[in-house]
């Protein structure tokens, strides 16, 4: 890869760089460097301070410097953009550029009588489909109308999720769906009234831009880089853990007009910072100022 990279990277004006602290990345963009090609940066939330041994040396040697020698450096949102001044305070040209969802076409028609609040991701212990499923079983009582729908692929989680169904599943208001392929997701989410997403320490909810861009409103934590987004489009950011969950899914539960004003303002940003377009011609500005430093 390497060798290549050496041959090709000469005929290049610009390289578009994914680091993460390994083998792959890292050597990539040592030789690009090397080259004195310009190059951006894009670091997806990979490289946040840490206290790990190896990460530490890696970044003194490494790291800091490839991401100082960048063209720019793209950060999702600004929560990773402060990890990465974190990492190295030097950097000057850090570019937001978040990720864009295609349009699909479809809008959650919302106001209908049956309302149905869904987690949509991997079954994994981060994304915490427990907490989802005992927020489900304490507000099913109160809201007896509504249902609480699991959906996504099993990655460690299935086993404890099945189990807290089977012991109390609201009269089969709560209940796992299975996965679904990538091009059936945005159906689906536009089936339902509200989207949860539970997961600790996410560096960004592609879901979370999926379920806006069909006008479902959403529930994130406080510490998903998102949360802004959340907030201002009238949507709830809570704590971890299940109190805070039943707590935000309770509150627009409750008041189905802002949840019509946050589906719509849900709707109007993906429009404006998180089309395929938008995104794109973010990311072309990006390189033509690179190129012209």
């Known amino acids: 890869m390497l060798a290549w990279l050496v041959r090709w990277a000469r005929h290049t004006d610009v390289v578009h760089l994914h680091l993460a602290r390994d083998l792959v990345g890292l050597p990539a963009a040592q030789v690009v ?123 460690g989680e299935l086993e404890q999720v099945s189990s807290l169904i089977r012991a109390d599943d609201a009269q089969g208001r709560i209940k796992y769906e299975g996965a679904l392929p990538p091009e059936r997701t945005a159906e689906r989410m536009a089936s339902a009234s509200l989207y949860v997403l539970p997961a600790v320490g996410e560096p960004y909810g592609m879901t979370i831009v999926e379920a806006m861009s069909v006008g479902v409103p959403t529930v994130c934590l406080a510490d998903c880089g998102l949360a802004d987004a959340v907030r201002s489009t009238g949507g709830e950011v809570v704590e971890p853990g299940v109190s805070g969950l039943v707590g935000g899914i309770e509150r627009l539960l409750a008041d189905p007009a802002r949840r019509s004003r946050a589906s719509t303002a849900g709707l109007l940003y993906v429009r404006d910072h998180a089309t395929m377009d938008s995104v794109a011609a973010g ?3 990006i390189y033509a100022g690179v190129i012209r430093k």
């Open 283 to 285: 990311l072309e500005g």
């Open 33 to 155: 460097s090397a080259l004195k090609r310009p190059y951006v940066v894009q670091t997806h939330g990979m490289i946040d301070p840490t206290n790990s041994l190896l990460a530490q040396p890696l970044d003194a040697i490494a790291t800091r410097r490839l991401l100082r020698n960048a063209g720019a450096v793209c950060a999702l949102t600004p929560v990773e953009e402060e990890a990465l001044r974190a990492v190295e305070p030097r950097l000057s040209r850090i570019r937001i550029l978040p990720n864009g969802v295609p349009e699909s076409g479809i809008v959650a028609p919302g106001g209908g009588p049956a309302v149905d609040v869904l987690f949509l991701a991997r079954l994994a212990p981060r994304k915490r489909p427990t907490d989802f499923v005992r927020a489900a079983q304490i507000l099913a009582p109160r809201f007896p109308g509504v249902t609480f729908s699991l959906v996504g692929p099993d990655e």
